[in-house]
Each structure stands twice: as C-alpha cells, then as structure tokens.
C-alpha cells in the first residue's frame, strides 16, 4: 500500500482527494494538512510514501514545505497538485525536489499514476510539464558531450524514458548503489537538483535526442 498525506488548504479539496484516493486498492490517505507547516510535521510524524502538496498555502507556502520534507526526510516523495499553472512555480516546485506536477483539473487516472510513479521513486510529468521546464528553466553552464561519461550518458538516456534505479541497474548489468552514484554525479555535473531538472537541461543542451 502507498500511504499519502494530503496537503491543502481547502477542505473540500482534502474530503474530495481523501475520497478519490480510497477507489484506488494501492494507495490509502493517512492524513491531512491545512498548511505548509503543518504538512511538515505530520510528514515527520506519519512518514508517508508520498505527499499531495497544494502550493498557496497559510504559514507556509508548499514550496518551502517541500524544501523542508525533502531536507528533513528524503525518503518521502511529493507531488505537487495545484491550480497555478505557472512556469515560475513548476520550475520552482521541482528544483525543490518535488517528483511529479499536476494541476487539480488532472484526471483520477493521472493522479493516481503519478502518485505511483513517486512512490517508486520516478517522475511522471505531462509532457506540456516537460516542455515548459524546458523552455523556462533558468539558463544553464554550457555542457559540451565529454561532460559526462559514457556510462553516466546511458543512465540519463534511461532516467529520460522514467526507469527505476531497480530497471537501470538490471539493464546495465550494475549494482543499484552504482546506479544512485551515477545518479548524484549526473545532478552534480548538471547542476540540478531532480530528475525531471536532469531530463529538461540535458535535451536543452543537446545530450539527448528531443
């Protein structure tokens, strides 16, 4: 089971979500947060797998929520559900470790994916998600192919089609710890902080095909 905690401040928003999440035999809420704040400490209380996190929120916002969980406690993941479609926040949200963006207009079906897919520890984004992060995310150093190794160039390409570090690891004939150390070189090199960021900066800067 994938146990979620939901996080906005509307109460509609969180009976409905508590409600939506219960048709799904995998995932199950466990708690609900009214603010940033608030989601913070019951993340550290209920440790959850993953966490459904509005953006505008009271006492603190859920970017720097997700800042806080992510720093405080890496092993729970968030998705970020909101009604801002707003370049500045998806490129924000991400680069402060969230997996997944999804307005609140999304589709039961695409919410529950990319609550999975957060869960396994993978990014499922819409592609339009993808697009603008990479039309819009701030201008990074100029990377030139020799930047990262060959083996680092298969784990990106594999990153870039959503593969575990389970998946990569058996296609490369690797250990998972190899892969997470390719991994973190790969976000080092890059200068970015999520997958998702790694995806978008590398088809920007041409070392994947678009």
């Known amino acids: 089971m994938i146990r979620v905690l939901i996080a906005d401040d509307h109460m509609v928003v969180r009976e409905g979500l508590h409600t939506i999440l219960e048709v799904a035999e995998d995932l199950v809420p466990v708690g609900e947060a009214s603010d940033g704040a608030e989601a913070v400490r ?12 509005d953006l505008r929120m009271p006492n603190m ?9 992510k720093a405080l406690y890496p092993d729970v993941e968030i998705v970020i ?51 603008r992060v990479v039309a819009h995310l701030a201008r990074p150093r100029p990377i030139v192919q020799d930047t990262l190794s060959r083996r680092e160039q298969e784990v990106l390409a594999l990153l870039a089609q959503g593969a575990a570090n389970k ?17 973190t070189s790969i976000f080092n090199k890059l200068g970015v902080n999520s997958r998702a960021e790694a995806v978008a900066v590398a088809l920007r800067s041409g070392l994947l095909p678009a």
């Open 42 to 53: 019951l993340a550290g209380e209920l440790l959850p797998d993953v966490v459904l996190m």
């Open 81 to 131: 559900l909101t009604t801002y479609d707003d370049d500045e926040y998806i490129v924000r949200g991400l680069q402060a470790g969230a997996r997944g963006y999804l307005l609140k207009d999304a589709g039961r079906q695409a919410l529950f994916e990319s609550i999975r897919a957060a869960a396994r520890g993978e990014s499922l984004l819409p592609s339009a998600v993808v697009d």
């Open 167 to 183: 998946e990569i690891a058996a296609q490369l004939h690797i250990t998972e710890r190899t892969v997470k150390a390719h991994v």
């Open 61 to 69: 916002d859920g970017i720097e929520a997700i800042r806080q969980i």
